[in-house]
């Protein structure tokens, strides 16, 4: 993975709003509403920037802990992956 990894996530009453680098747009709303047992449409993912597609930009755990501390804070939670990290959390 060349490119960092981040993501902003907040909660508006049982709707998660996900700003993220993401690939994947409809994979991510999906795993991420089968994970916290809410509707699909209840979760909506905007990915403006992917950039060059080279940091393997698909769901890893840091999504679901971020939007799982946005929850518990009720407040927005922005996780951002150091260097190392992505090369420890993300695969390919």
């Known amino acids: 993975a060349i490119e960092l990894h981040a993501a902003t996530l907040a909660w508006e009453g049982n709707t998660l709003r996900i700003h993220d680098t993401v690939q994947a747009v409809a994979h991510e709303a999906w795993s991420i509403a089968q994970a916290f047992g ?3 449409k209840d979760v909506h993912v905007t990915s403006p920037y992917v950039g060059g597609g080279f940091g393997s930009k698909t769901l890893w755990q840091h999504q ?3 939007a799982a501390a946005a929850k518990l804070a009720q407040r927005p939670v922005r996780m951002t992956l150091s ?9 390919g």
Do not use: N, Q, Y
């Open 38 to 40: 809410i509707d699909e």
């Open 64 to 66: 679901v802990l971020a």
């Open 83 to 91: 260097r190392e990290g992505v090369f420890r959390v993300v695969g």
